[in-house]
């Protein structure tokens, strides 16, 4: 769970504060909010100044503050959570057993758990502000003609309760099915007020829909099932059932369109609710910050942008500087110049090397998760658990590792983590162990060695082979192209290759006639094959940050045209453009698998930002826009620069403009 005691000092200083704000801002909005549900949820139209005067009443009433107070709780509890559970790297579950097991995982029946509990609240705090038949559990019953007064149970008022559980488990779900718990970040940056102005129609008319939706399926629920918490409800607390009344379990009590339109009104200040905590917690978690370049003094040396990039625990941290980086390399002269400046004494361009390394580090580890990725679908026609000590990753890792070294061994090597968490926290405080490479690093995620992971998820697992790979590493193009007949390759580029296959596919084998699968065993492996484009958005899941990265080095490149005047920027240019066209070629190899190109489906309306799954296209017009920004500033310089026959002849096409 959240950890209060967090050493970190991005986490005391900015992130804890920005959360708070967010916070206080869901709790003043409550006064605004709740005035609005009093005067819908009474709504009269035949009796419309009798209506006024009765809410203006109610406004000051007792009962009204005191439900205040609980909202204002049910807010704090939200705005917590948000800030345990939530991530900049999205949970991509890539089978329908890994997406059970995310449901299933204690850290999610934790969430489910509370969001239950805190919609019991809610709704019972908007059935006290409706009163008249919904404001008490119990009341008098009518059927009894003797003198002594008996309590019933009021179903009307139970039904709310329920209800506010029910929404509260279904947004707890669709949490993560949607991925409510993924933080993105904006690509046009706006001023807090601008962002939530503009946001604020969307999140009114997906609340109304998704409680629209929730209520008819929770009046589906409750009309087959719905006797069953009524008769324990009434045993516990020793309430009589009413028999004159009609229950709310069959046709003519659920036919009801003022119980009907008072629990939509409900529902959807409710989810309006926690709606509008998620958005004001991204709003403030995601906005810029800006980070010193460089410090005179030895202890500030943690708070500078090339340290902090280097971060790879804390990915909220690693993320928003390279968000600084971006925007560094494009709008300030005056911090490109301290990038670019070298050290006293000594005359070292440490800024420059950290900054460059850690953003070529990003991109070889991309590349090399696309290409092992390739040779997994290749050889088995669909993606399966890669053995850790197969001589497939080794040779991989090992070319991976060698390709770009050249002109940069004088920079430290910077020791990357070795070890896997297997059920990792909050990605905002707790350890990943894997960095940034692999988007395993967000809560939900199922063990890795559990029945219920999938080979997709072990996949994605760094081994040891990528773990030990040194921070300056990507894949030259002999090592894309000379390979074997792919799954995606067609008959030309297996003769180009140098097949003799006429045909790209592998000849299926047949099984044994004597092996008959079960009835169980084929279901379960049909539960186990990958969802449609779920493996592919998993590979990009944290392209947000190589964005960044492209856009950070290839402006802070383009710049060190006129400002770098020590030329430190030339002498890692190769094996920037080297680690830029290798990245080029294994993308477009991803592309031409299958589901790869294809795009989402676009949905109406969802609270969850789902633009994680178009990350792999804006990094592919980002990579090839980063090599067009180089090539039209360096021009013809670029003939002289040492990379290998390939690629001087792949970036020949950027520079006539062709590719």
Not at 26 to 46: E, G, K, M
Not at 163 to 181: E, T
């Amino acid at each position: 769970m959240f950890s209060f005691s967090q050493s970190c000092w991005f986490i005391r200083k900015v992130v804890r504060w920005r959360a708070l704000a967010s916070v206080v801002w869901s709790v003043l909005l409550l006064l605004a909010t709740t005035p609005l549900l009093i005067f819908l949820i009474r709504f009269s139209l035949f009796h419309p100044f009798q209506w006024i005067s009765e809410c203006f009443v109610l406004l000051t009433a007792a009962s009204t503050i005191f439900s205040l107070f609980l909202l204002a709780g049910v807010v704090l509890v939200i705005g917590f959570f948000n800030l345990e559970y939530y991530t900049v790297v999205p949970s991509i579950p890539c089978s329908r057993v890994a997406l059970l097991a995310c449901v299933l995982h204690p850290r999610q029946c934790v969430h489910s758990l509370v969001h239950c509990t805190v919609g019991m609240v809610v709704m019972w705090c908007s059935s006290v502000l409706t009163g008249g038949r919904y404001q008490t559990l119990g009341s008098p019953c009518t059927h009894r003609e003797s003198g002594a007064q008996e309590m019933c149970l009021n179903e009307y008022h139970l039904f709310f309760l329920l209800a506010g559980a029910f929404m509260g488990y279904s947004h707890s779900f669709l949490g993560v099915v949607q991925n409510l718990n993924y933080v993105s970040f904006q690509i046009i940056q706006q001023f807090k007020y601008l962002r939530f102005k503009g946001s604020l129609p969307r999140v009114v008319k997906c609340s109304a829909v998704q409680s629209l939706y929730s209520l008819r399926n929770y009046v589906a629920l409750y009309f087959f099932f719905g006797h069953i918490p009524r008769a324990w409800i009434s045993n516990i607390l020793s309430l009589q059932i009413d028999g004159t009344v009609h229950s709310l379990d069959s046709l003519a009590g659920l036919l009801d369109f003022s119980l009907l339109f008072h629990l939509w009104i409900s529902g959807t200040f409710l989810l309006f609710t926690w709606n509008i905590t998620v958005l004001l917690f991204r709003i403030y978690v995601t906005e810029p910050y800006r980070f010193p370049v460089q410090s005179t003094f030895s202890e500030d040396t943690e708070q500078c942008l090339p340290k902090v990039l280097m971060e790879n625990n804390i990915l909220i941290l690693k993320f928003l500087a390279l968000q600084d980086l971006a925007l560094l390399s494009q709008h300030s002269p005056s911090r490109r110049q301290e990038v670019f400046s070298l050290s006293q004494p000594g005359g070292h361009p440490h800024n420059w090397n950290a900054v460059s390394k850690e953003c070529l580090f990003l991109l070889s580890e991309l590349t090399q998760r696309l290409v092992a990725h390739q040779e997994t679908v290749a050889s088995n026609g669909r993606t399966k658990t890669l053995s850790l000590s197969s001589d497939t990753r080794t040779s991989s890792s090992s070319s991976v590792s060698s390709a770009v070294m050249s002109g940069m061994e004088d920079l430290p090597q910077t020791p990357r983590p070795t070890t896997v968490m297997r059920t990792p926290g909050n990605v905002f405080l707790k350890s990943s162990g894997r960095g940034l490479g692999t988007p395993l690093t967000s809560p939900f995620t199922p063990d890795l060695d559990s029945p219920l992971s999938t080979p997709a998820l072990r996949r994605l697992a760094p081994g040891p082979g990528l773990q030990q790979s040194p921070g300056f590493s990507s894949v030259q193009s002999p090592h894309i192209i000379r390979r074997g007949p792919k799954l995606w390759s067609a008959s030309t580029d297996s003769q180009t290759n140098g097949s003799t296959s006429s045909s790209p596919f592998p000849t299926p084998r047949s099984p044994p006639p004597e092996h008959k699968s079960s009835f169980i065993t084929q279901w379960l492996q049909n539960r186990k094959e990958q969802l449609p484009e779920a493996s592919s958005q998993a590979l990009f899941a944290d392209g947000q940050a190589h964005i960044w990265a492209l856009e950070g080095l290839s402006h802070l490149v383009t710049a060190s045209f006129t400002e770098d005047k020590y030329g430190v920027v030339q002498t890692t240019l190769p094996s920037i453009l080297s680690c830029m066209l290798s990245l080029q070629e294994a993308v477009d190899r991803h592309f031409k698998l299958p589901h790869a190109s294809s795009k989402a489906v676009k949905t109406s309306c969802i609270i969850g930002d789902s633009s994680y799954k178009t990350l792999r296209f804006a990094l592919r017009a980002a990579l090839k826009t980063a090599i067009y920004r180089i090539t039209s500033t360096f021009g013809e310089h670029l003939n002289a620069v040492c990379i290998s026959a390939e690629q001087q002849k792949r970036l020949q096409q950027f520079m006539e403009y062709k590719e």
